[in-house]
C-alpha cells in the first residue's frame, strides 16, 4: 500500500514539473537593451560615458561631472535627447565689461559779429575738449573674443565749442538806448547795452531754440530754452545772469517748454508750463500746468512748486494754454482757445475765468490762443477776441478778431479795435507820464498788430499800430504802405523814452533783423544787419 501511494505522488510532481518547463518554454525571451556610448567634449578633455536611452545633453553633462555656469551654451542644447555615438560638445561662455574715457572733441563755431569791422576776426571763446566714459560689454566663446557692444555711456564733461567772431560791421549809426535789450541770434543770445552799438554775447551754445526768450523785470537775468539734442526731450529751460562779467549758465531742471516761462515782478519767481513730447503733429500733448520755482543771485533753484495740476485745458487743450504775469507778481493771466481768465498766485491758485471765447476751427494740426497782455498798472487786460460772424457761417469758422480790454475792477469788455487780424498780439508800454487826455495825467499806451488782409489773418502779413489805451488816436507807424508787413511776432516797448525828447520806442523783428520805431514820428532805425534775428526782449 505504501509503495503504490508513493508511486502516485511522484508521477503527480513529475507532471507537475512537464507542464512548468513548458509553460517556461512558450513564453517570449527577455531582451535587455544597451546603455548608450556618447562622447562629451569639455573644457580641452574628452569624456567616454554610458548613458540610459532617452538622456538629454545636459544628462551628459551631470554624469561626466561637468557643471555648466549660467552663460554657457552646448551643441547640440542641452534639452537634446541623445542617440548612441552622439559628440556633445561645451562651450564655455564668460562676459566681462570694460569702461573705456574718451575724449569729446570741441567744435568750431563762426558767430558773426557787427561790432568788428569786416574782414576781422577774434576769439571769443578757446574751446575745450569733454570727456565721457563708455562701457563695453565683451563676449568671449572658449577664451576667444567674439563680440564687443557698446552698451553705456556718461558724459564725464562737456565739450566747450570753440567760437571766433568774424566782423560783419554794417553801416547802422549806433543809437543810445535804455535799459538792456536782448536778441536770439543763429542760436546765441546777444545784449546791447547804452548804445546799439555796444553789443555783447551773453550764451554761445549755438542751440537755443526760441521758444522762451525773456529777461526778468530787473534785467539780470535771461530766461531761455535750448534744445540739446535729447532723445524724446523737446528742450530744457535755462537762465543767465547778465548783469555780471563772468556769468553762468543756470538749469532750471524743466524739459519740454512750448508755451510759457517767464519771471515774476520780483525777479525771482520763475513760472513755466509743460507739454509731453508726442510723435504725431503738433509734436506734443499740452499739460496745461503752471509750475513755480525760485531762483536766488547766486543761481540756486528752488525745489519747484505745483500752481496749477496738469488738466485737460478745455477745447483743444491738447495744444497749449499762454499765461502772462501781472505787473505786481500776484496773478497770472492764462488764455486758451476757448476763452480767458485769472490765477491767483497767493490765494491757493484760485481760478477765475473773465470771458469765454469762440474756439477757432483750423482744420489744422495746430490751435489758435487768443494773445493777452496786461495794462501797466494791472487793472485791464488786453486780448484778441474770436467774433461770430453776421450770417451763415458758423461761429468757429469765423475770420473776424477784434482787440478787446477787460477792466478786471468793474464793467464789461470794451471793443479797442475791430478786424486786427488773429495775431494781433497787443503789448502795452510801461507808464508815459503826461500821455494822458488831462494835463500831467499819467497814461500808457497800446501797440498791436494790424493785419494788412484782416479777413485772411491766417496768412496775412501786419503792419505795427500804435493807439491810446482805449484805442483811441490809433496809427499805423510801420512798415509803410505799399512795403512787405511784418510777421506775426510780439513787440517790444522800450523800457524809457528813447531820448531826451520823451519819445517811446518799440522794437520789432523786420526781415529778420531789428529795428527801432519811434512812437513820436514812425521814425524807423535799423540796428543789426546779419538777417539772423529770432527773438528780442527789452527791459
Same mark, same amino acid.
Given at each position: 500500500?505504501?509503495?503504490?501511494?508513493?508511486?502516485?505522488?511522484?508521477?503527480?510532481?513529475?507532471?507537475?514539473?512537464?507542464?512548468?518547463?513548458?509553460?517556461?518554454?512558450?513564453?517570449?525571451?527577455?531582451?535587455?537593451?544597451?546603455?548608450?556610448?556618447?562622447?562629451?567634449?569639455?573644457?580641452?578633455?574628452?569624456?567616454?560615458?554610458?548613458?540610459?536611452?532617452?538622456? *538629454?545633453?545636459?544628462?551628459?553633462?551631470?554624469?561626466?561631472?561637468?557643471? @555648466?555656469?549660467?552663460?554657457?551654451?552646448?551643441?547640440?542644447?542641452?534639452?537634446?535627447?541623445?542617440?548612441?555615438?552622439?559628440?556633445?560638445?561645451?562651450?564655455?561662455?564668460?562676459?566681462?565689461?570694460?569702461?573705456?574715457?574718451?575724449?569729446?572733441?570741441?567744435?568750431?563755431?563762426?558767430?558773426?559779429?557787427?561790432?568788428? $569791422?569786416?574782414?576781422? #576776426?577774434?576769439?571769443?571763446? $578757446?574751446?575745450?575738449?569733454?570727456?565721457?566714459?563708455? #562701457?563695453?560689454?565683451? /563676449?568671449?566663446?572658449?577664451?576667444?573674443?567674439?563680440?564687443?557692444?557698446?552698451?553705456?555711456?556718461?558724459?564725464?564733461?562737456?565739450?566747450?565749442?570753440?567760437?571766433?567772431?568774424?566782423?560783419?560791421?554794417?553801416?547802422?549809426?549806433?543809437?543810445?538806448?535804455?535799459?538792456?535789450?536782448?536778441?536770439?541770434?543763429?542760436?546765441?543770445?546777444?545784449?546791447?547795452?547804452?548804445? #546799439?552799438?555796444?553789443?555783447?554775447?551773453?550764451? *554761445? #551754445?549755438?542751440?537755443?531754440?526760441?521758444?522762451?526768450?525773456?529777461?526778468?523785470?530787473?534785467?539780470?537775468?535771461?530766461?531761455?530754452?535750448?534744445? @540739446?539734442?535729447?532723445?524724446?526731450?523737446?528742450?530744457?529751460?535755462?537762465?543767465?545772469?547778465?548783469?555780471?562779467?563772468?556769468?553762468?549758465?543756470?538749469?532750471?531742471?524743466?524739459?519740454?517748454?512750448?508755451?510759457?516761462?517767464?519771471?515774476?515782478?520780483?525777479?525771482?519767481?520763475?513760472?513755466?508750463?509743460?507739454?509731453?513730447?508726442?510723435?504725431?503733429?503738433?509734436?506734443?500733448?499740452?499739460?496745461?500746468?503752471?509750475?513755480?520755482?525760485?531762483?536766488?543771485?547766486?543761481?540756486?533753484?528752488?525745489?519747484?512748486?505745483?500752481?496749477?495740476?496738469?488738466?485737460?485745458?478745455?477745447?483743444?487743450?491738447?495744444?497749449?494754454?499762454?499765461?502772462?504775469?501781472?505787473?505786481?507778481?500776484?496773478?497770472?493771466?492764462?488764455?486758451?482757445?476757448?476763452?480767458?481768465?485769472?490765477?491767483?498766485?497767493?490765494?491757493?491758485?484760485?481760478?477765475?475765468?473773465?470771458?469765454?471765447?469762440?474756439?477757432?476751427?483750423?482744420?489744422?494740426?495746430?490751435?489758435?490762443? $487768443?494773445?493777452?497782455?496786461?495794462?501797466?498798472?494791472?487793472?485791464?487786460?488786453?486780448?484778441?477776441?474770436?467774433?461770430?460772424?453776421?450770417?451763415?457761417?458758423?461761429?468757429?469758422?469765423?475770420?473776424?478778431?477784434?482787440?478787446?480790454?477787460? $477792466?478786471?475792477?468793474?464793467?464789461?469788455?470794451?471793443?479797442?479795435?475791430?478786424?486786427?487780424?488773429?495775431?494781433?498780439?497787443?503789448?502795452?508800454?510801461?507808464?508815459?507820464?503826461?500821455?494822458?487826455?488831462?494835463?500831467?495825467?499819467?497814461?500808457?499806451?497800446?501797440?498791436?498788430?494790424?493785419?494788412?488782409?484782416?479777413?485772411?489773418?491766417? *496768412?496775412?502779413?501786419?503792419?505795427?499800430?500804435?493807439?491810446?489805451?482805449?484805442?483811441?488816436?490809433?496809427?499805423?507807424?510801420?512798415?509803410?504802405?505799399?512795403?512787405?508787413? /511784418?510777421?506775426?511776432?510780439?513787440?517790444?516797448?522800450?523800457?524809457?523814452?528813447?531820448?531826451?525828447?520823451?519819445?517811446?520806442?518799440?522794437?520789432?523783428?523786420?526781415?529778420?533783423?531789428?529795428?527801432?520805431?519811434?512812437?513820436?514820428?514812425?521814425?524807423?532805425?535799423?540796428?543789426?544787419?546779419?538777417?539772423?534775428?529770432?527773438?528780442?526782449?527789452?527791459?
Amino acid at each position: 500500500m505504501k509503495n503504490r501511494r508513493s508511486g502516485r505522488f511522484a508521477k503527480k510532481i513529475c507532471v507537475l514539473l512537464l507542464i512548468f518547463w513548458g509553460i517556461v518554454a512558450c513564453s517570449a525571451p527577455e531582451v535587455t537593451q544597451a546603455q548608450l556610448s556618447v562622447v562629451v567634449n569639455a573644457d580641452g578633455k574628452s569624456y567616454q560615458i554610458e548613458l540610459a536611452p532617452g538622456s *538629454t545633453v545636459q544628462q551628459a553633462f551631470e554624469k561626466a561631472g561637468i557643471v @555648466l555656469s549660467e552663460l554657457d551654451r552646448s551643441d547640440p542644447p542641452v534639452y537634446t535627447i541623445l542617440t548612441d555615438g552622439a559628440n556633445v560638445r561645451l562651450i564655455r561662455v564668460k562676459e566681462e565689461f570694460e569702461v573705456e574715457q574718451v575724449t569729446i572733441p570741441f567744435e568750431r563755431q563762426t558767430v558773426q559779429n557787427e561790432s568788428l $569791422p569786416v574782414g576781422e #576776426t577774434r576769439l571769443s571763446q $578757446p574751446g575745450e575738449n569733454g570727456s565721457k566714459e563708455i #562701457t563695453y560689454r565683451r /563676449l568671449f566663446e572658449n577664451g576667444m573674443e567674439i563680440s564687443r557692444t557698446e552698451v553705456k555711456t556718461v558724459v564725464l564733461k562737456e565739450a566747450v565749442p570753440e567760437i571766433v567772431m568774424v566782423g560783419s560791421q554794417t553801416p547802422f549809426t549806433s543809437l543810445p538806448i535804455p535799459g538792456k535789450l536782448a536778441y536770439l541770434s543763429a542760436g546765441n543770445a546777444w545784449l546791447m547795452e547804452k548804445t #546799439t552799438g555796444n553789443r555783447r554775447a551773453v550764451v *554761445t #551754445t549755438g542751440d537755443l531754440d526760441g521758444r522762451i526768450f525773456s529777461l526778468s523785470q530787473d534785467g539780470n537775468w535771461l530766461l531761455f530754452t535750448r534744445d @540739446l539734442g535729447k532723445e524724446n526731450v523737446i528742450n530744457s529751460l535755462w537762465a543767465v545772469r547778465i548783469d555780471v562779467e563772468t556769468s553762468t549758465l543756470v538749469d532750471l531742471n524743466a524739459e519740454n517748454i512750448v508755451h510759457f516761462a517767464g519771471f515774476a515782478s520780483d525777479s525771482k519767481t520763475v513760472a513755466y508750463s509743460t507739454v509731453e513730447p508726442r510723435s504725431a503733429a503738433p509734436g506734443w500733448q499740452a499739460n496745461n500746468d503752471l509750475i513755480l520755482v525760485g531762483v536766488s543771485p547766486s543761481g540756486f533753484v528752488s525745489k519747484p512748486r505745483s500752481l496749477v495740476d496738469t488738466n485737460s485745458g478745455g477745447v483743444y487743450g491738447w495744444w497749449g494754454t499762454e499765461y502772462a504775469w501781472s505787473p505786481d507778481g500776484e496773478e497770472i493771466a492764462y488764455s486758451r482757445p476757448d476763452g480767458i481768465g485769472l490765477i491767483s498766485v497767493q490765494d491757493k491758485a484760485v481760478i477765475t475765468p473773465l470771458r469765454d471765447v469762440i474756439p477757432l476751427q483750423t482744420g489744422g494740426d495746430w490751435a489758435w490762443v $487768443p494773445g493777452i497782455a496786461w495794462s501797466p498798472d494791472g487793472k485791464t487786460l488786453y486780448f484778441v477776441d474770436h467774433v461770430a460772424p453776421v450770417g451763415s457761417t458758423s461761429p468757429e469758422e469765423s475770420t473776424t478778431f477784434d482787440l478787446m480790454a477787460n $477792466p478786471l475792477e468793474a464793467g464789461p469788455s470794451v471793443n479797442l479795435s475791430s478786424q486786427v487780424g488773429m495775431f494781433a498780439y497787443p503789448s502795452a508800454s510801461s507808464i508815459q507820464n503826461g500821455s494822458g487826455s488831462l494835463p500831467g495825467e499819467t497814461a500808457s499806451q497800446l501797440a498791436y498788430l494790424q493785419a494788412i488782409i484782416p479777413s485772411q489773418s491766417e *496768412t496775412s502779413r501786419y503792419q505795427l499800430a500804435v493807439s491810446d489805451r482805449d484805442g483811441s488816436n490809433k496809427k499805423i507807424i510801420f512798415p509803410e504802405d505799399g512795403a512787405q508787413g /511784418l510777421d506775426p511776432q510780439h513787440v517790444i516797448w522800450s523800457p524809457a523814452p528813447l531820448d531826451q525828447g520823451g519819445a517811446f520806442a518799440i522794437a520789432v523783428i523786420y526781415q529778420h533783423n531789428i529795428w527801432l520805431i519811434s512812437i513820436a514820428d514812425g521814425q524807423a532805425q535799423q540796428i543789426t544787419g546779419d538777417g539772423l534775428a529770432v527773438r528780442i526782449d527789452w527791459r
